[in-house]
């Protein structure tokens, strides 16, 4: 049995915020996730660092607060970030008169926005729409949520905090009225602890229902199905948006190598069960031809979908996904439910959650007495590895394997990862070819692991033959095991180069590898 102030549940990008903004105040917390970092919502979205643009008309309050942490996060993890800007275009397709409306709402919500000469948007992204009649300029840029959450975790682990992944949360702790600590078991180990706390902090997003239901609770999450698709080319370096009222389809955020349009908004009713569509798909590569003529054409790469968190008040009519506000709920359970000890942080987006963290924790301490201030939004997060200074930068991989002369060491050519990198990961602890994708984005390129990810396994496999590992795993498992995620991602778009694409890494890893039929042990 361990003993803390405060036990996390959920390691995305809020559960992690809180764990820095606690640990930070010297209370002592620990963080439980059943999966890797940021395998839930926060790894599976857009990777949109919001300027506030999308909400200013239908959701003003999440305008308001994402402009702000857009500045603060630029601040604070400057290497998770690419300030690429954004643009919000009128498309012949969007109501021409709606532009003077959405620049006197970034006025009134604090969004700093400038109307851009057409020649100018056209010369900074020759490839968009010559019809655009209208551009706008905000401070949009793209984001990577995995290397934020390694980020936030370290910071987190340098003020003490605990952080332990892969370990399923069984049950939660009640004594009374009370709830006084969680049952979780290490899914490698298979040893089951209890942890005993003063809080429990349910951080688990669109989990946050399931979470609550533990401790007697209902807390109403409405499940919204977000479906990307990622394509082979950055056929653009800005945000682009098109400027309307939210919809599905309507933004496309270069990202590293890649661009992605999305998303939809589906109400689902299981975060863990939600199929992707064909015709999704097809709407998506539509309305993006709106925005980039040819668009389809290009080649898709892969479509995931990850689950917004909406918090549906369960004093309120039910709304359609779109017309759930995008602002987060902090939910003091005592006040709410005569549940003492348990809280709930919902809603929200991957831009606010720092503020999501500093509002929870601020609750916490001032119930603990704790009278240490948030310093997170002042407080510059470490840089794993050796990430550049500053912004990331489309070639800053590039740069750095040419400064060190590593062309000859490259593991994964589309992402331009070096063996020494890989060995770097799996030093650290990293045992899971998936982890070691989130880590360093290996099998997130246009071969989609094809060429690298048996690489990375011997790698995997050298590197356990020479050091004992708490939790070692099969070198043959973990490459099936990565081949068939790649597999669901792959599917729905199995067409044209990519089908050829997948037809060859099929004569790879079964024709020639044969990796069906490789031994477990």
């Not at 999308?54 to 300030?83: F, G």
């Not at 009649?133 to 949520?145: K, Q």
């Not at 490259?410 to 770097?424: D, G």
């Amino acid at each position: 049995m361990t003993n803390y102030d405060i036990a996390i549940i959920g390691g995305g990008a809020t559960g992690l915020g809180c764990a820095f903004d606690l640990a930070l105040r010297g209370l002592r917390c620990v963080l439980v996730e059943k999966g890797d970092l940021a395998s839930g919502t926060t790894g599976r979205y857009h990777g949109l660092l919001h300027s506030g643009g999308r909400y200013v008309t239908k959701d003003p309050q999440s305008a308001t607060e994402c402009a702000r942490e857009n500045t603060i996060l630029r601040r604070i993890m400057p290497h998770c970030l690419e300030a690429t800007g954004g643009f919000f275009v009128i498309t012949p397709w969007d109501d021409p008169l709606y532009g003077d409306q959405f620049v006197a709402n970034c006025h009134k919500t604090g969004v700093p926005v400038q109307e851009l000469a057409l020649a100018t948007m056209l010369r900074r992204e020759p490839l968009l729409n010559p019809r655009i009649t209208r551009a706008f300029e905000v401070l949009d840029g793209s984001a990577d949520s995995f290397l934020a959450s390694q980020s936030l975790a370290l910071a987190a682990k340098a003020c003490g905090a605990q952080i332990l992944t892969y370990h399923h949360l069984d049950a939660l702790v009640r004594d009374g009225d009370r709830v006084v600590g969680a049952l979780v078991t290490d899914l490698r180990s298979g040893t089951q602890q209890r942890i005993t706390c003063a809080y429990v902090l349910n951080a688990s997003g669109a989990w946050a229902g399931q979470v609550a239901a533990m401790a007697g609770v209902k807390l109403s999450v409405v499940p919204g199905k977000g479906t990307m698709v990622a394509m082979n080319q950055r056929m653009v370096n800005t945000v682009i948006n098109r400027c309307k009222l939210p919809a599905d389809g309507d933004i496309i955020v270069p990202i590293h190598s890649v661009a992605v349009i999305g998303t939809t908004d589906v109400q689902v009713t299981d975060p863990d069960n939600y199929p992707i569509e064909a015709h999704e798909i097809a709407f998506m590569l539509a309305e993006g031809e709106k925005l980039i003529p040819g668009f389809s054409h290009y080649r898709a790469l892969r479509a995931w979908a990850g689950v917004r968190p909406l918090y549906q008040d369960r004093d309120t009519p039910s709304a359609a996904e779109r017309d759930i506000s995008r602002t987060f709920k902090l939910l003091d359970h005592a006040a709410r439910d005569g549940v003492e000890g348990f809280i709930s942080i919902v809603g929200g987006k991957w831009t606010t959650c720092r503020l999501m963290a500093e509002a929870a924790a601020n609750l916490i301490a001032q119930r603990m007495g704790n009278t240490q201030p948030c310093r997170t939004a002042s407080e510059i997060l470490p840089r794993p590895g050796a990430e550049g200074h500053g912004f990331y930068y489309l070639g800053q991989h590039l740069a750095a394997v040419e400064a060190q002369q590593a062309a000859g060491d490259l593991i994964c050519e589309c992402e331009l990862v070096t063996r020494e990198r890989v060995e770097a990961a799996l030093a650290d602890g990293i045992t899971t070819l998936d982890d070691i994708r989130r880590t360093l984005r290996v099998g997130m390129g246009p071969c989609q692991g094809g060429w690298c990810i048996y690489r990375t396994a011997a790698l995997l496999h050298e590197y356990q033959a020479q050091h004992a590992t708490s939790h070692p795993i099969n070198p043959n498992q973990a490459l099936r095991d990565f081949l068939q995620a790649r597999w669901k991602g792959l599917r729905p778009v199995l067409w044209g180069d990519q089908l050829r694409q997948a037809r060859l890494d099929e004569q790879i890893y079964v024709g020639l590898l044969g990796v069906d039929r490789l031994p477990d042990v």
